[in-house]
Structure formats: structure tokens, C-alpha cells
């Protein structure tokens, strides 16, 4: 298992109590539709902006309590009013995807982490509004595990993202480590790219610890899931040094081993 930008819903966790799991599965297919109206196909860019818009419709009609016609949505509606869901979250992933159609640099690790604020971040505050705890002190921990979850994700997947002419590392950085758009295109992992990376997986594991209290004050289930996930994100960035961020030859993924070395280190959180 790799960890992947909405692979990170525990849809399926036999830690998920019974009760949620409809919620998480609705919740899910609506994020992960709309991520590949903006991903998937070979739709041009203004259709797929169109069909984003038409999401939005119907997320309005949510929000004002209209029934919708359409099955996902009539779904949604029903999941956000039994759990008293806010509809900003669902709104701020929309706003994320539409900026994937039409954004393919990033000029800073700022308008970086915006993004992840609107394309991660909401994932852990649906969760946290699931199990009644979007405390402010759960939602900043919350938010700095989801946006070091994207991160890894992104430096994961650098050499597909270029397929998809997406570079989601920082320009300033690309510059700082003296590092060229063409050096992606060839798939040489230099010194320079070596130290670039591992500078990336650094900022991600702090920004990932930083969050991770959040998995002892959380009780019961959701605190095991969440320490899985940290510990899973983690077992990432160690498989990405280990290759001296070298993805072009291969993509870290999590096997049988790594799910035994996060279960131990899960626990001993």
C-alpha cells in the first residue's frame, strides 16, 4: 500500500465502528468522483471546470435542504443532516480540485500548504465532526497530519505528476537546490535532487509529528486508526531516504513487513 491523496479515508478499517461506516463510504465517493472529474479522462479543462460547478449545484442544494436528482447527492444529504456534517469542508475540496484543472506550479511552500488546506485538511475535520471531536486544539493537530499526508503523497509521486505536467514541488525550492524542470523530465537523481528531496521529506516527518499527539487525546477507535496512518505516513518518508528520493526508478510502497514494523510502533505510541 502506498499512501495516496484520498486512500487516506478509512473506508474499509475494521477499526471504523459500524454506525460511520455508511457516512465514510458516501463521503468517500463523493471526494473521490469529483477528484477524478479533475484527474480522470481526457475531458478539456473549461468541461471539467463545468462538471466541478455542477457539483458545487448540488452541494448548494445540500445545503439548502433541496432534494437533489442525483443519487450521490441525495446520499450526501441524508449522511450531513443525521451527523450534522458542515458543508464548508465538502465545499473547500471542490475549491482544491478546480485548482488542480487549472494550476500546475507553485510558486512557495505557502501557496502549497493552501492548497492542502482545501484539498487534505477537510478530510480530518469530516472525520473529526463524525466522532464529535473538532475541538480547535484536534482540528490544528488534525490539519497538520492531513497536509503532511498530502506532502508525502506529492513527493511520492513527483515522476507522475510530470506526466500530468504537475510539479507540486515548491518553484523557490526547485531554485534554492539548483534544480531545473528538464532534470524531472529526464529522471536524474543527483546530488542536488538527493538533497532537495530529503529536505522535503524532513519538512513533511516534523509536520507529521508535530500532529501526532492528536492520536492519544482521540479515544477508542479513531485514536488506533489515526496512529496507523501517522505511523504509515512515517514508514513512507523512512522507504523514500532509504531510495535517496530516487521515485523515478521506483515508488515507495508499503508490504507485508512495513504493516508489522507501524502495527509495533503503533502500539508503543
Known sequence: MSVDHYENFPVA??????????????????????????????????????????????????????VSEMPLFQNLRIIIQKHQLPTSPFYA??????????????????????????????????????YRAASPENMRDSNAICSALQLINFWQDVAIDWQKQRIYLPQEDLLAFGIEEQQIADGRADLAWQKLMLFQTDRARRMLISGSPLCKRLPGRIGWELRFVVQGGLRILERLDQIKGDIFTQRPKLGKFDWLVILGRGIRM
Not at 473521490?32 to 480522470?40: N, P, V
Not at 484543472?101 to 469530516?126: H, K, M
Open 13 to 66: 478499517s475494521v477499526l471504523m465502528p459500524a454506525h460511520l461506516k455508511p457516512a465514510v463510504v458516501g463521503i468517500y465517493a463523493f471526494a473521490r468522483t469529483a477528484d477524478d472529474i479533475a484527474d480522470e479522462g481526457n475531458d478539456a479543462a473549461e468541461q471539467r471546470l463545468a462538471s466541478l460547478r455542477a457539483y458545487e449545484d448540488e452541494l448548494d442544494k445540500v445545503r439548502r435542504e433541496i
Open 93 to 130: 475540496l471542490l475549491s482544491a480540485f478546480k485548482q488542480d484543472v487549472i494550476t500546475t506550479r507553485y510558486q512557495n511552500f505557502a501557496d502549497l500548504l493552501d492548497y492542502c488546506n482545501r484539498s487534505a485538511n477537510p478530510v480530518g475535520e469530516i472525520m473529526l465532526h463524525l
